[in-house]
């Protein structure tokens, strides 16, 4: 579940990004068009304006046909969707194997949960509407994850937000 919240994560930063870039290059795009045109008519009648002022007319219309307002920000929203629904039952398995590990579950009840929890599992992947994901965004959570280390959290770092009953001491490391 971590690597599936941390794909769909990266992918919606993605379309995210790009469609920050594509409103950026649009605006620019348009502004330069409008100075074209306004060369054009007013200051300089030059041919090669016109040729410049048509390509960046062509290029902004392009892009306005390519991408329709919000089409990524849309795209954005259900990869990020999905990713808080994969991180929570993430945190639903790290729950399950806290109750394991504390022996507060019989096995009848771990069973029970456990095969709850993969019903939710296959009902969330069996979707038709799962959001694409793109390779890029893969490697971007395989560099987050394993390179930086961003779903792992220390004892220390636990240590620091806990309060001091629920704290790890440094003897029960000895007996594990």
């Given at each position: 579940?971590?690597?599936?919240?941390?794909?769909?994560?990266?992918?919606?930063?993605?379309?995210?990004?790009?469609?920050?870039?594509?409103?950026?290059?649009?605006?620019?795009?348009?502004?330069?068009?409008?100075?074209?045109?306004?060369?054009?008519?007013?200051?300089?009648?030059?041919?090669?304006?016109?040729?410049?002022?048509?390509?960046?007319?062509?290029?902004?219309?392009?892009?306005?046909?390519?991408?329709?307002?919000?089409?990524?920000?849309?795209?954005?929203?259900?990869?990020?969707?999905?990713?808080?629904?994969?991180?929570n039952m993430r945190n639903e398995y790290e729950s399950l194997l806290s109750d394991i590990k504390s022996d507060q579950l019989t096995d009848k009840q771990i069973v029970e949960r456990r095969k709850l929890l993969e019903?939710?599992?296959?009902?969330?992947?069996?979707?038709?509407?799962?959001?694409?994901?793109?390779?890029?965004?893969?490697?971007?959570?395989?560099?987050?994850?394993?390179?930086?280390?961003?779903?792992?959290?220390?004892?220390e770092e636990r240590n620091k937000i806990l309060p001091d009953y629920l704290r790890i001491k440094e003897e029960?490391?000895?007996?594990?």
């Amino acid at each position: 579940m971590a690597w599936d919240h941390k794909i769909q994560e990266e992918q919606g930063d993605i379309y995210l990004k790009t469609n920050n870039n594509i409103r950026t290059t649009k605006c620019l795009l348009t502004a330069l068009s409008t100075c074209g045109i306004i060369t054009v008519f007013f200051i300089a009648k030059s041919f090669w304006w016109q040729i410049i002022t048509t390509f960046f007319s062509a290029i902004t219309t392009f892009l306005s046909w390519r991408y329709r307002d919000g089409e990524l920000t849309e795209r954005a929203n259900e990869n990020k969707n999905f990713a808080a629904y994969a991180h929570n039952m993430r945190n639903e398995y790290e729950s399950l194997l806290s109750d394991i590990k504390s022996d507060q579950l019989t096995d009848k009840q771990i069973v029970e949960r456990r095969k709850l929890l993969e019903d939710e599992e296959h009902h969330l992947f069996s979707k038709t509407i799962t959001p694409h994901t793109t390779s890029k965004a893969v490697e971007s959570a395989r560099k987050a994850l394993i390179e930086k280390q961003e779903s792992t959290t220390t004892d220390e770092e636990r240590n620091k937000i806990l309060p001091d009953y629920l704290r790890i001491k440094e003897e029960s490391f000895a007996h594990n």
